[in-house]
């Protein structure tokens, strides 16, 4: 039976959503977590990977086009979702029902803390009109002040560990959607697989803030000059 208009519509914005939560969205965030865990290695080591990424040419709009735009194309998506279901765990408490009702509240989650982290730090940036090269010890600067705080802290790792857990899970969904793992000893196997990756994602992230909380060292700026 072939489906109509609009159930191949809903199928390819089920689809894209999928996509998206793991390119670009989910490969920036591994990204994103491995650039900041630098930090541990050294403050010289992570200021010059974010001068290296802050110089990029055209990096606004890389950012629009490979982050924003897919990034609110997968919440939206991910709220009709949300309103749309019907939470059921009273009824099937299985593990996987369990794990599907976490991904929705993770991801509604994170959502907002990345209004919090953007406003805290992309947003002042631009309002401030910081130049490239002073990109690191700016945004440094704005985390030691971040996680010298209880609630600082707290927020971050509440975020971390809401989109970590979010990732791989959703990685694993879309490994069964999609056709890539088939059968219930594969879907198990490549859960303990995913889950794995997800802690060690959460542990770079605990370390990070760990880091930054126990050792806000303020940096300069790798190029001379000022603001304009």
Not at 90 to 114: D, E
Not at 134 to 158: H, K, S, W
């Amino acid at each position: 039976m072939s489906l109509s208009t609009r159930d191949r519509t809903h199928f390819l914005i089920l689809k894209l959503h999928s996509l998206t939560g793991i390119f670009p969205i989910g490969a920036f965030l591994v990204l994103h977590l491995l650039v900041n865990s630098l930090r541990t290695v050294g403050v010289w080591q992570y200021q010059l990977s974010i001068d290296l990424i802050n110089n990029l040419p055209f990096l606004i709009w890389v950012e629009i086009l490979f982050i924003y735009i897919p990034l609110l194309i997968h919440s939206l998506v991910g709220f009709l979702i949300i309103f749309s279901s019907k939470i059921n765990l009273k009824r099937y408490p299985y593990p996987r029902n369990w794990g599907y009702t976490l991904q929705r509240i993770t991801g509604a989650v994170v959502f907002f803390f990345l209004i919090y982290h953007l406003g805290t730090t992309v947003g002042p940036k631009l309002i401030n009109g910081k130049e490239h090269f002073e990109a690191a010890p700016f945004l440094i600067d704005i985390m030691n002040r971040e996680f010298q705080t209880v609630t600082g802290c707290l927020l971050y790792l509440v975020g971390i560990v809401s989109a970590t857990y979010h990732f791989c899970m959703g990685l694993w969904s879309f490994c069964v959607s999609w056709g890539i793992i088939v059968g219930p000893m594969a879907q198990r196997n490549a859960g303990i697989v995913f889950a794995l990756f997800g802690l060690a994602l959460t542990a770079l992230g605990v370390a990070t803030v760990t880091e930054f909380s126990l050792d806000p060292i303020p940096v300069e700026a790798t190029v001379g000059g000022g603001a304009s």
